[in-house]
């Protein structure tokens, strides 16, 4: 590794370098376009100044390969990007990958005018790629979808990013201040390694920077369009959506299942030093196993419209067929009051009525309207009662499994993760497959009518484009697997995941607490046998399963045990804390650092102050504050110092808390029962 300054680079080899040849594979850009045949990152280190809550930058860092450029002032980059610029052809393109390129960005927008078709944006603020002239500043975050630390970990790089624990956030630097080796050393590891870790990254897949996926779902969907080119095309086109039946999808997807019970919300959780108080079993590979186990919608739905009862249940019970509907139930409730996981999600209602909930979900209505699947149906069987059900506007279709094609890559990168899991020498081919696994059902969710952001007139706006024409054109270009499957995949997961709980639910001293997408804790002794045995005869047939380097039978969708703890507690989805058997405290709240929120607890008094109205101060993480227009010149120690747009990054706070109507709900809620 070599640091130089702007002024030692050598431009005269620069020039020389010659541009990488393009070999089979996505483009990715026009034909006319060439890379130069080097790897290079870019960052920037900043100071905040909480008086004005304005951030500037003191340092930046270029690397090419092991040869590390660094500056002080923009000044200094502009001038030497222009440098790199003239030496260059107007068809030659310097690549330079950023770690969320986000956030250079906004400093970048306010020292160079980008036009609307030198950034592409995923969302306001999230910048997938921004040309500069010849420069192509791409996001290495949105392709790894890791932090930089755990992208060089995993890829083996070199200069992995050095621990932040060395390095004083809180001092105030300015592109003035001396810096000692350490922190020089901090600032071009993370781009050395971030050369490095792509470098690995392309030659473990045979890529350039012509093939090199922009996003993490980029490898599975270049390698499920492959797949799926042994599949009649047909299959994909006789399922594309209508306008109509795309509405009805977007109405009826929903994620995971995430609620607490409310009996036990609250309240800690024990067990003694022989038995766990709160146990946990997780679902292995859940949305794989349903994508590979479960059937999907097969052919064009029949748009039906209106439907009498009896002709749905025909449909649904003696067809079998895969239905969406949209429904209106009047006086529903619970049929058991004590069930702690109620299915009817609040913002999924319409027109709700007269409605008692708990925490986001509907206990009970005078009358609500909903879409749903048949999958969904299934659950509101089991868990609630009514007066009526009218059947508004219903649409169906046959169902089948998908394309064995489509399994048998589900299958494999299943059989990968699972047989590199633990191999010394494995560790990429690990993360690899199990990023790839793990990233097929987004690749079905992905909603094929979302708005376009731009760029434009220096800010990010809505391109506003006509719905319809959208959904039309990804229907005549559609590869890759349906809408609806993506839909049909949570509400399968669901399902299987409200079997679990059924089964904790139905079994004597038995208590359901918690549960997460795919998994579920609860107290007492369970028996989840009978679960197992019917998901590995199905993961049997369908090839749904692999061995571990120690020779063990792995199958999909098994509930398999997790860490069981010795307390637990939980104020509502996504915000819980637990003591594992040996004492050690962890928690899980959106908007808190984990471990910091772990350590800060301990130090307030443990599991026992997991209650509402605890602040975490030290764990709440960074606040951002975007300055989009310039601030202007300040004079600080007799320098003057320009300030443009950027992003001030200030210390937050979080609050654990609940609302009003939840406190309420939890007084008068309760299960008088003696916990271990």
Request: a negative charge; charged letters at 25%.
């Amino acid at each position: 590794m070599k640091i130089i300054s702007p002024e030692q680079f050598d431009f005269p080899k620069f020039k020389k370098l010659k541009c990488q040849k393009r070999f089979a594979g996505n483009p990715g850009t026009t034909s006319k376009t060439r890379y130069k045949d080097v790897i290079s990152a870019f960052d920037i280190e900043t100071t905040g100044l909480p008086d004005i809550e304005q951030s500037i930058m003191y340092v930046w860092q270029w690397a090419f390969e092991d040869i590390c450029v660094v500056g002080r002032t923009w000044e200094q980059f502009l001038n030497f990007a222009e440098n790199l610029m003239e030496l260059m052809k107007p068809n030659e393109v310097l690549v330079v990958f950023v770690h969320n390129l986000a956030y250079e960005f906004q400093f970048l927008r306010g020292i160079w005018d980008f036009g609307e078709k030198d950034v592409f944006c995923t969302d306001a603020r999230r910048v997938l790629y921004a040309k500069m002239g010849t420069i192509e500043f791409r996001c290495s975050y949105m392709h790894s979808n890791m932090s930089l630390k755990e992208y060089t970990e995993k890829m083996g790089a070199e200069h992995s990013k050095l621990s932040g624990e060395e390095f004083d956030y809180s001092k105030v630097r300015y592109p003035w201040t001396p810096l000692s080796d350490q922190e020089l050393a901090y600032c071009v590891h993370d781009v050395i390694g971030l050369v490095e870790a792509i470098k690995i990254d392309m030659q473990h897949d045979g890529d350039n920077l012509y093939t090199f996926p922009l996003t993490a779902t980029g490898y599975v969907r270049r390698n499920c369009k492959r797949a799926m080119h042994r599949v009649p095309h047909t299959w994909i086109t006789k399922q594309v959506p209508t306008w109509h039946v795309y509405e009805m999808c977007r109405e009826a997807f929903r994620g995971g299942n995430t609620h607490s019970n409310r009996h036990f919300t609250g309240r800690v959780l024990r067990g003694t030093n022989k038995v766990a108080g709160v146990k946990s079993v997780d679902r292995s590979s859940s949305y794989p196993d349903v994508l590979v186990n479960k059937p999907y919608p097969a052919d064009a739905f029949y748009e039906v419209g209106p439907c009498s009862l009896e002709k749905f249940y025909c449909l649904y019970k003696k067809m079998e067929r895969a239905c969406l509907f949209r429904a209106r139930f009047t006086g529903i409730r619970l049929k058991d009051y004590t069930w702690g996981c109620p299915y009817i999600p609040r913002d999924r209602c319409r027109n709700i009525v007269a409605a008692a909930y708990d925490n986001g979900r509907v206990l009970e209505a005078e009358s609500l309207e909903i879409t749903i699947t048949d999958v969904d149906f299934r659950i509101f069987e089991y868990e609630y009662e009514w007066d009526s059900l009218e059947i508004l506007d219903l649409c169906y279709t046959r169902y089948a499994m998908l394309p064995h094609a489509f399994t048998r890559l589900v299958n494999m990168y299943y059989e990968r993760k699972t047989s590199l899991k633990g191999i010394d020498g494995a560790e990429l081919d690990y993360y690899r497959a199990k990023a790839l696994l793990n990233s097929l059902y987004g690749m079905t969710a992905q909603d094929p009518v979302k708005q376009s952001i731009v760029f434009r007139d220096n800010e990010y706006q809505l391109k506003d484009e006509d719905p319809q024409k959208l959904l039309a054109e990804n229907n005549r270009r559609r590869q890759l697997p349906n809408y609806q499957v993506g839909c049909w995949v949570t509400a399968w997961a669901r399902y299987m995941l409200e079997l679990a709980i059924i089964k904790v639910h139905e079994t004597l001293g038995a208590f359901f607490c918690y549960t997460d997408t795919d998994s579920v804790k609860y107290m007492g002794e369970v028996d989840f046998s009978d679960y197992n045995a019917k998901c590995i005869e199905d993961s049997t047939k369908n090839g749904a399963y692999a061995v571990d380097s120690k020779g063990n039978m792995h199958y999909m969708g098994v509930l398999e045990e997790d860490e069981r703890c010795k307390a637990f507690v939980t104020l509502g989805a996504k915000k819980y804390a637990y003591e594992d058997l040996d004492g050690k405290l962890h928690i899980t709240v959106a908007g808190v650092i984990k471990k910091a929120g772990a350590l800060e607890m301990e130090k307030k008094g443990g599991i026992e102050a997991f209650r509402p109205d605890f602040v975490f101060t030290e764990a709440g993480g960074l606040e951002a504050v975007y300055n989009d227009t310039e601030y202007g010149t300040v004079n600080i120690d007799g320098h003057e110092l320009r300030i443009t747009a950027n992003v001030y990054l200030k210390p937050s706070t979080y609050t654990l808390g609940i609302t009003n109507e939840y406190e309420y709900l939890l007084s008068v809620s309760g299960i008088p029962v003696d916990v271990f």
